[in-house]
């Protein structure tokens, strides 16, 4: 029996930490910058996706949308990078170069176009553009969802970016759904990189306005 204690005594705590995890952790991740109208909102790529488990996180941004957008739809391996953890995504294998200017070539997308996370792990970490709307919002999802889509049938998963504006600001929602989402060890890496990557626009968007702004003459 006195050997048995120690053995429920890690199970209880590994029970513990499994509860703390789901019902405090989790919901804080899932919803982590949002507002409870922005989690409950539909939006344009939903319909495109199966119900299932979803993120959404946002971030307030000091600068309206068209300057936001530029930053957003150059995202992508080989092309204006993700704006995160330079250092780990180097490490899953992302050739990972975070831009920090805007680059005309790369502001062109189109429903079809691939967006590449890492390309040394082939089809399996491409996405493709299933919906784009300049200034307002981009969905991407995986190759075989993208067919799924074009054969009236609902993708498992997808992965969007919106711009509300909200003023002079901007409200940059990003939203998981479906596909890996759920799973504890993609959830907790994703939020890391998805908050950070939230973080990388707003500081780029920020800087950027702060660089254009007339200086203001003390006065004579």
Do not use: C
């Not at 189109?110 to 590449?116: A, P, Y």
């Not at 969905?139 to 998963?157: C, F, I, N, T």
């Not at 939203?175 to 959830?187: E, M, N, T, Y």
């Amino acid at each position: 029996m006195g050997k048995q204690r120690p053995v429920l005594a890690a199970g209880m705590a590994l029970a513990g930490i499994a509860g703390v995890y789901r019902w405090v952790m989790r919901p804080k991740m899932y919803a982590w910058g949002a507002t409870a109208d922005e989690v409950a909102a539909e939006l344009p790529g939903d319909r495109l996706v199966a119900p299932g488990p979803r993120t959404t996180r946002a971030i307030t941004i000091d600068a309206p949308v068209e300057e936001v957008w530029p930053w957003l739809v150059q995202i992508g391996e080989n092309r204006g990078g993700f704006y995160s953890y330079d250092v780990l995504e180097r490490l899953v294998g992302a050739r990972i170069r975070n831009a920090d200017v805007i680059h005309p070539q790369w502001q062109e997308l189109q429903v079809g176009d691939t967006v590449w996370l890492a390309q040394r792990y082939g089809h399996s970490a491409r996405q493709v553009v299933a919906e784009v709307e300049p200034m307002s919002h981009l969905v991407l999802m995986s190759p075989p969802d993208y067919q799924r889509m074009h054969r009236g049938e609902k993708a498992s998963g997808a992965w969007a970016f919106y711009l509300i504006p909200q003023g002079g600001q901007t409200r940059l929602v990003a939203r998981g759904s479906g596909g890996p989402v759920g799973q504890s060890a993609f959830d907790i890496v994703h939020f890391v990189m998805e908050r950070g990557m939230l973080r990388g626009i707003r500081r780029r968007a920020q800087s950027a306005r702060a660089d254009v702004r007339p200086v203001s003459l003390p006065p004579r």
